[in-house]
């Protein structure tokens, strides 16, 4: 039957729906806050504690520093310093020793030595000297 000339068709007809949106004013919210005070009483509790601090001289010497040390309501705080002592000590470096022995000896020394003799003559006088080579004194 599709193909008889006297058959009349209807062309098939789709139909498509779309959906669109748009902004209308409609109603407004509006949000506040407020703050409201209320004064009221309430308890506390509290508490002074008073400090004496005290300075004590100790002037000892120690190996290390102490720790910090509490004893009931006392806090002992060490306060330290470092002092350079510096001392002079004699060290006996070296001994010289110095041994004196003493001896005698005899030993030929070339010198020259001079030497006055005295001759003493006597003469008579009734001779008279013939002759003056040395030295010669009239007593």
Do not use: C, W
């Not at 000339?5 to 748009?22: G, K, N, V």
């Not at 705080?77 to 001896?103: K, N, Q």
Request: aromatic share 2%; glycine share 2%; net charge negative.
């Amino acid at each position: 039957m599709p193909d008889d000339p006297d058959t009349q068709s209807i062309p098939i007809i789709a139909e498509t729906a779309s959906i669109f949106t748009r902004k209308v004013a409609g109603d407004r919210v509006t949000v506040s806050t407020r703050t409201e005070e209320i004064d009221s009483i309430l308890p506390a509790d509290l508490s002074s504690v008073a400090v004496d601090v005290t300075r004590v001289p100790v002037n000892r010497k120690i190996d290390r520093v102490p720790d910090v040390v509490t004893e009931g309501d006392l806090t002992i705080i060490p306060v330290v310093e470092e002092r350079l002592v510096v001392t002079r000590e004699l060290y006996l470096r070296e001994e010289i020793h110095v041994r004196r022995t003493e001896r005698t000896e005899t030993v030929d020394v070339a010198a020259t030595i001079r030497r006055q003799t005295v001759q003493i003559d006597r003469i008579p006088a009734d001779l008279t000297p013939t002759s003056n080579k040395d030295d010669h004194h009239d007593l």
